[in-house]
């Protein structure tokens, strides 16, 4: 199975704030790697697919980056909905495996 | 518009078979490239894929589950099922469908339905 670590496992950012969010793949993942955001009693929401396509209706902010092992989710100009869970995953082989999830806070 | 849902026990026993049932609309599993999986995520932990069953009824597994799990579909192709035997309490956990299509990611998601494992 591809193992993905995906870090920070905590982050705080204030409204307006750019942060990022990395994942890395125990092997290489070519560029099926896909970013989620989920919030309390709501749906799991794609952002970003094949590493940087963004997702119908994923706003302009969100940006994904990387190929082969190590990839990056970028959110900038933090807005108040942003704050959540993420996830990453890979989709280019089965079993797809998922990282560990990353905490966005409000500072 | 695709919708997907969950349904299944609520509760059941250690070493009972889990059945689930995925409904979904808005979109034909006998469409070329449409792939409905299972994943699951117990109680403040990450999210686990489990299997998945393809337009063309081909079925894939996590092998670490793999001896467990069976995921068919219904001939309609609007009902994805997943059974699990011999649960435990590790597997207690909310349970979700989701969709992909091709080789993208799970564009939609059902809201998972939980599942506890208590005697």
């Known amino acids: 199975d591809v193992q993905m670590t995906q870090s920070p496992s905590n982050l705080a950012a204030s409204p307006g704030e750019s942060v990022s969010i990395n994942c890395k793949a125990s092997?290489?993942?070519?560029?099926?790697l896909a970013w989620y955001q989920q919030k309390p009693g709501k749906a799991n929401k794609l952002l970003i697919y094949?590493?940087?396509t963004l997702q119908s209706g994923t706003p302009s902010r969100f940006s994904g980056s990387g190929s082969g092992t190590d990839f990056t989710l970028t959110i900038r100009n933090l807005e108040p909905e942003d704050f959540g869970l993420y996830y990453c995953?890979?989709?280019?082989?089965?079993?797809?495996?998922f990282g560990s999830g990353t905490k966005l806070e409000i500072k | 518009q695709v919708t997907l849902k969950e349904s299944g026990p609520g509760m059941l026993q250690p070493s009972k078979t889990l059945s689930l049932t995925c409904s979904f609309s808005?979109?034909?599993?006998?469409?070329?490239?449409?792939?409905v999986s299972w994943i699951r995520q117990p109680s403040g932990k990450s999210l686990e894929w489990l299997a998945a069953?393809?337009?063309?009824?081909?079925?894939y597994y996590n092998p670490s589950l793999k001896s467990r799990l069976t995921v068919s579909k219904d001939t309609s192709n609007t009902q994805v099922f997943l059974k699990i035997t011999s649960v435990d309490t590790a597997d207690t956990a909310t349970y979700y469908c989701?969709?992909?299509?091709?080789?993208?990611?799970?564009?939609?998601w059902g809201q998972g339905t939980l599942v506890t494992v208590s005697s």
């Open positions: 989701a969709r992909s299509r091709d080789h993208g990611g799970f564009a939609y």
């Open positions: 808005g979109f034909s599993l006998s469409t070329s490239g449409m792939v």
């Open positions: 094949s590493g940087s």
């Open positions: 069953i393809d337009w063309d009824g081909d079925k």
């Open positions: 092997k290489s993942i070519s560029k099926y």
């Open positions: 995953q890979q989709h280019n082989e089965y079993p797809f495996t």
